[in-house]
Each structure stands twice: as structure tokens, then as C-alpha cells.
């Protein structure tokens, strides 16, 4: 089994080829603000380094959030457009669970800056069960899980120390990951969209 | 010499459009999906959910167009893309996926202004006649062209501040109309009289537009009638709006033909749709002896046709770009 990986959902972007449980290829890089220039680029700088053409891999597994939105989109763009044309099967992975299967702690809070006091985070246990589900809410209420689970590894994709809320910064596990997804339904490409938990600001205002 | 097919991918604002156009010229097949509905209510185009809108209906969009056109990738040859300038969002939809096709087909990826593309949506009808002149009218341009060539644009004048079809949104907007307005400002002033003392938009010697003045000339209007509890005659105040801004864009655009000695012109963008410029560029032209060329209403406004057009004659120049192609909010057509 060959699955191409992709997030860019954040400001440090993973591409990478996972054949039998092993990363052949790999580009991790921190582009922030650039994901529309190099992330078709790198998709293709992966597979081209190993001598791979693009029909060459059986499955994507694309991040489809939350995390920027327009990062998220770019990534998912690419998936959509590569599933749809080479009929490969596209499996949606998030951001947060992402983070929680790359560390080893018995309870891993995944935390994601969204700005303004807000965060996207998660709760999850060593062994991938989810014990808070992906949402968006305030420092207070993210506050309180991290009280409530005193022995957590808080992590986020790039160094957090926001006063109260702090988090390592960790890097993929991307093998993991891939392992855990493996059994996820595949997303017909049209129906592939992102997971943004967040309304577009002019939808907030008129709520 | 071969026949080249273009698959033509337009995102920069609020529709997701691809077509297959042959030789700048055929059209085989277009699909366009309008957003006007969602963002109807906000008064304008909403560039995050318009965003969100492409990437929800791109892949659905490009196997509409192979169904329609009965083709497959196998039978394309070169990818066209609007690369700017509009929505940074909206565009990079478009552009990441021409990218992603360009990537995993290996066919040359061309990337296209818009503007360049509303001019040759004329081709579609009509081969266009050098030397000419071209007047981009839209919501978000108004641009004074100048073509020796093929693909090659000089720009001699254009808008200052806000985009013609922008003023007219907002002066429909001022007046109640529904979004949006600049058809519906068109289609009340056949019905009005010229009666409101509105300022002739920068009516001097350079060929440079500006709206903003006349807009606000309208909105000054409009809340004085409304202080002194007396109802505006909206019809007359589309008359008059129209007759001013249509009066400045054609005397400046005439002037633009005897100057640079042209005999062709071709009016493009959304703008073009609109009744009062049409006419009275139909006249003056006659009049002038001047070869007019004005697209169908569907070409006029944001279509990857176009698009596809002006991309084989970008390629023809030799213009292709790499997997690094970024998109550009804002960007000039003439480094080309």
C-alpha cells in the first residue's frame, strides 16, 4: 500500500510517501504564507525523487483541518483534483487527531492558536479514543480540559506560550498516523471538503 | 499546424468556471457555476465564502465539463489559469488545481490575467483586427487597452479609484436596488429623464477614469432629498448616472481610436452587457467609421472561455509557467 500524505493545514507544511508502513519521501518545511507556491511543487518533488509517477500511489490521505483556511484549502484542492483525476481514494484526516497519534501519552490535548483568545482542540487517550471531539472555543473552556486532565501532553504544530496556555511544539508521526487511518472510509472527491468548525466571519455577524 | 486544446480554469471571483476552448477560438464546451445567489444577501461578493464555494464545487465543475465536452484529460494539450488579478482566495482554487492537472499530466501550464482574457473572449466570435483598442468595463476593472499584436497590451488609462461596475453596485445600493445593481441602474435609466445635476467623472485630458466623485455626488443627493422628506426619483437618478459616466467613457475612448490611429475596437467585461454604453458606442462607431466588436452577454462577464482563448495565444508567445506559478491579487498585465 503507497498513500500520499498531505497538510497544509498549518504554517509548516508535510508531504510525504508512506509505502508499508515506512516513509520514502518526505518533504517537512516551514513556508509560512507560501503554501500556494510550493505545495503542488512539493507533491510532486516526493514522488519525483523516488522515481514515482503520480499514478504510482494506491491512496491520498489529505489534512482537511482545522488549521488556516486557506492552507487547508490548498492541500485539499490538490487531493481533490489528484483523487478525482487518477481515481485514488481520499481519506480526510485531522489536524488534531494528527497531532494526539504522533505523541505517546496516556491523554494528549492537541491545541491549535485560532486567534483572539479562540482554539481548536481536541481531547484524545494513548490508545486513539476520543475523549473531547475537535472544536472551537474559547481559552476558558480549553482552560478547563487542561485542568481536568493535570497529566496531559498538550502539543500544537508550532510552539504555543499564550500566558495560561501552553503547548510543545510536536512533529508528525506521519506512519502512525497513516496506520491508524488505513481503516477510515475513503470520500468520493466532490464530497471532500474542508473541516473549518469555524463560520466565515460574515455569517458569525449575522447570527 | 496541430490543433492545441485548452482546459481553461477561471476562479477569480464569485464563479467557478471551466471550459474547453480549440484553438483560441472554438468553444467546445463551458460550465459555469454562478455564486450570485449566496452572496446576494450580503450586498457583495463575501471573498471567504466565496472561497469556500470553489473549493466545494471544483472537481464536480471539471467532470460537468468532461461530460459535456465528452472529453477526457487524455484529450487535452495545454491548461490555462487565471492567475490574477481578483480574490486572493478564489483564485488560489483555481490555480492550486490547473497546478495539480499541470503536475500530474505533465501538459504545459499557462497562466492568464483576466484581463486579458475579457478582451479575448471577442475571439470567441470574431478573430480579433490589429492595431486595436480595448476598453475592460467590470466590477473590478476599467482599463483602456491599447494591442499592436497578439498578446501584447498596452495600457493607456484607467480607472483612478473604484472600477465602473463598482460604482454602479454602490450607486444601486444608495438607490435600494437589489444586488446587483449595475443591470438594474441600466435598465431604469431607459425609463427615466436626465433631471439631477450630477458632476461629469473626471472630464479631462488624461485617459484616466475615476468614479468615486459622482458616486458620492449621488449619495450626497440622496440623503439631502431624504432630510427634506422628499422621495428620489430613482429613475431619473439612474438617467442621469448613466448619461454622465456613459458620456466620459465614450469621448475618452473615441479620442483613444483618432490618437492612436485604430480603426478597431472592442469592448469587454461585464460592463459591456450594459445598454446605454452599447448604443451609444454603436453610434459613435458608425459615425466614426470604427470596427466595433462587442461579446455575447455570457461572454462578457467572468467565464473560462474566455480564458481559454487568450491562453493559446499566450502560448503561442511562448508563455508557459512552472509548478511555482502563484496567484496575484493585484498585478499588471504588461510584463508580458
Known amino acids: ?207 | 499546424m496541430k490543433d492545441v486544446v485548452c482546459l481553461a480554469i477561471e476562479t477569480s471571483c464569485d464563479e467557478t468556471s471551466m471550459s474547453i476552448i480549440k484553438n483560441g477560438s472554438e468553444e467546445i464546451a463551458t460550465v459555469v457555476f454562478t455564486q450570485i445567489d449566496i452572496h446576494k444577501k450580503f450586498g457583495g461578493v463575501v471573498p471567504e465564502i466565496a472561497s469556500r464555494s470553489h473549493i466545494e464545487s471544483i472537481t464536480i465543475v471539471l467532470d460537468e465539463l468532461f461530460e459535456k465536452s465528452k472529453m477526457t484529460i487524455d484529450d487535452i494539450d495545454i491548461i490555462g489559469v487565471t492567475y490574477g488579478p481578483g480574490l486572493i482566495g478564489s483564485l488560489l482554487i483555481g490555480l492550486q488545481a490547473a497546478k495539480t492537472i499541470a503536475m500530474i499530466t505533465g501538459k504545459p501550464l499557462i497562466p492568464v490575467h483576466h484581463i486579458a482574457g475579457h478582451i479575448y473572449a471577442n475571439n470567441l466570435e470574431n478573430r480579433l483586427q490589429f492595431p486595436l483598442i480595448a476598453l475592460v468595463v467590470s466590477g473590478g476593472h476599467t482599463e483602456l487597452i491599447y494591442m499592436k499584436e497578439d498578446y501584447s497590451f498596452e495600457r493607456i488609462g484607467g480607472t483612478l479609484d473604484d472600477a465602473v461596475g463598482e460604482a454602479y453596485d454602490k450607486v444601486a445600493k444608495i438607490l435600494g436596488l437589489d444586488y446587483p445593481g449595475g443591470p438594474l441602474v441600466d435598465a431604469l435609466s431607459l425609463k427615466g429623464e436626465d433631471t439631477y445635476d450630477l458632476p461629469y467623472p473626471l472630464d479631462d485630458k488624461s485617459y484616466n477614469f475615476s468614479f468615486s466623485g459622482i458616486k458620492s455626488a449621488v449619495v450626497n443627493i440622496v440623503h439631502n432629498e431624504k432630510q427634506r422628506k422628499k422621495e428620489i426619483r430613482v429613475e431619473d437618478m439612474c438617467t442621469s448616472f448613466q448619461n454622465r459616466v456613459v458620456e466620459v467613457i465614450t469621448k475618452k475612448t473615441m479620442r483613444a481610436l483618432k490618437e492612436y490611429k485604430v480603426k478597431n475596437l472592442i469592448i469587454a467585461g461585464g460592463v459591456a452587457a450594459n445598454n446605454g454604453l452599447r448604443n451609444r458606442f454603436a453610434i459613435l462607431c458608425k459615425e466614426e467609421k470604427i470596427n466595433l466588436s462587442i461579446p455575447k452577454i455570457k461572454y462578457c462577464t467572468d467565464n473560462a472561455a474566455m480564458i481559454g482563448a487568450a491562453a493559446y495565444y499566450a502560448y503561442k508567445k511562448g508563455i508557459v509557467a512552472d509548478l511555482e506559478l502563484n496567484a496575484m491579487a493585484t498585478d499588471t498585465l504588461y510584463k508580458y
Open chain 1, 1 to 207: 500500500m503507497i498513500t500520499l500524505f498531505i497538510d497544509t493545514s498549518a504554517s509548516g507544511v508535510s508531504i510525504a510517501i508512506v509505502k508499508d508502513e515506512k516513509v520514502i519521501s518526505k518533504i517537512v518545511k516551514n513556508i509560512p504564507n507560501e503554501h500556494s507556491v510550493y505545495a503542488v511543487k512539493f507533491v510532486n518533488d516526493v514522488l519525483e525523487t523516488i522515481g514515482m509517477k503520480p499514478n504510482d500511489i494506491d491512496n491520498i490521505m489529505v489534512v482537511n483541518g482545522p488549521g488556516s483556511f486557506t492552507g487547508v484549502r490548498i492541500g485539499l484542492t490538490i487531493a481533490k483534483i489528484y483523487g478525482y483525476l487518477l481515481k485514488k481514494d481520499i481519506i480526510t484526516v485531522s489536524s488534531l487527531r494528527a497531532m494526539a497519534l504522533s505523541s505517546d501519552a496516556k491523554i494528549v490535548i492537541p491545541i491549535i492558536d485560532a486567534h483572539h483568545d479562540n482554539y481548536y482542540y481536541g481531547v484524545y487517550d494513548m490508545f486513539d479514543n476520543i475523549i473531547l471531539k475537535d472544536n472551537f472555543n474559547t481559552k476558558e473552556e480549553l482552560l478547563k480540559q487542561i485542568n481536568k486532565y493535570e497529566e496531559a501532553d498538550i502539543v500544537s504544530n508550532e510552539t504555543v506560550n499564550n500566558g495560561e496556555i501552553k503547548a510543545r511544539k510536536i512533529e508528525y508521526d506521519i506512519v502512525n498516523i497513516v496506520n491508524h487511518y488505513k481503516y477510515e472510509l475513503p470520500v468520493n472527491p466532490h464530497l471532500v471538503v474542508p473541516n473549518y468548525l469555524k463560520l466565515p466571519q460574515a455569517l458569525e455577524e449575522n447570527k
